[in-house]
């Protein structure tokens, strides 16, 4: 069966640090993979996804930034974070099957402080 | 553009009785698929259900059902039997088949109570 892991599962960082979140997904091959933010109480933002090994779309962010080195990993970095960052952050993945569903991983909670 | 509403921020439903969460969506396409989600405290994102636009069954998953409306775009969450266990954010979803990018509802928070 597919598993989807994010790590760190919690991250205190001050404002003007770098990020690293990592995700990776276990049990399926070229699975196209996601990254949302949600903030406290609110819906998902879609910020970044991937169709494939190099291949990133961004939607939205200007301080973030998505690479995916190989098949089943996929990263999200920041050169320097601001206190806008902060957020619960989740990864996702869609396999190549018929029915289109996403699966999410557990998350990863930043506070930029 | 498409667009996923959820018109009701909050509820709140006795245990054992039924609830139904409301989810409207607008797209001029014709194939696409809907989902719910459901986000307890731990705040992991469960796929509840799932509905192809080209079936009129409803999906059904034990508790949870679905009434599709494709003619008027509705998609509505009906939960029997509430548990305490259903206390989460519920997210209705949307995609188009042949597209990678999911729309997303901004959330009903549903309560049970004891």
């Known amino acids: 069966s597919q598993t989807i892991h994010q790590w760190p599962a919690t991250l205190v960082q001050p404002v003007g640090s770098p990020l690293s979140l990592e995700c990776t997904v276990e049990?399926?091959?070229?699975?196209?993979l996601y990254w949302y933010r949600q903030a406290a109480g609110r819906g998902l933002q879609l910020l970044f996804y991937s169709v494939g090994i190099g291949q990133i779309s961004s939607e939205v962010p200007q301080n973030l930034s998505a690479s995916r080195p190989q098949d089943r990993q996929f990263i999200l970095s920041s050169k320097k974070l601001l206190l806008s960052d902060s957020g619960f952050y989740l990864c996702?993945?869609?396999?190549?099957?018929?029915?289109?569903?996403?699966?999410f991983g557990p998350g990863t909670r930043l506070t930029v402080t | 553009a498409q667009t996923v509403t959820q018109s009701q921020p909050e509820m709140s439903v006795q245990e054992a009785e039924t609830v139904t969460l409301s989810c409207t969506y607008d797209t001029s396409e014709s194939n696409y698929y809907l989902f719910w989600y459901k986000q307890p405290p731990s705040r992991q994102m469960i796929l509840v259900i799932r509905?192809?636009?080209?079936?009129?069954q409803n999906a059904t998953e034990n508790r949870f059902s679905v009434n599709f409306q494709k003619a008027a775009k509705s998609f509505s969450l009906k939960i029997s039997d509430s548990q305490l266990g259903d206390t989460a954010m519920y997210f209705c979803?949307?995609?188009?088949?042949?597209?990678?990018?999911?729309?997303f509802g901004t959330g009903t928070r549903l309560k049970v109570l004891a």
């Open positions: 996702a993945w869609k396999g190549q099957l018929l029915y289109y569903e996403q699966y």
């Open positions: 049990g399926t091959s070229n699975p196209n």
């Open positions: 979803a949307f995609i188009l088949t042949g597209t990678y990018k999911y729309i």
């Open positions: 509905q192809e636009a080209y079936k009129q």
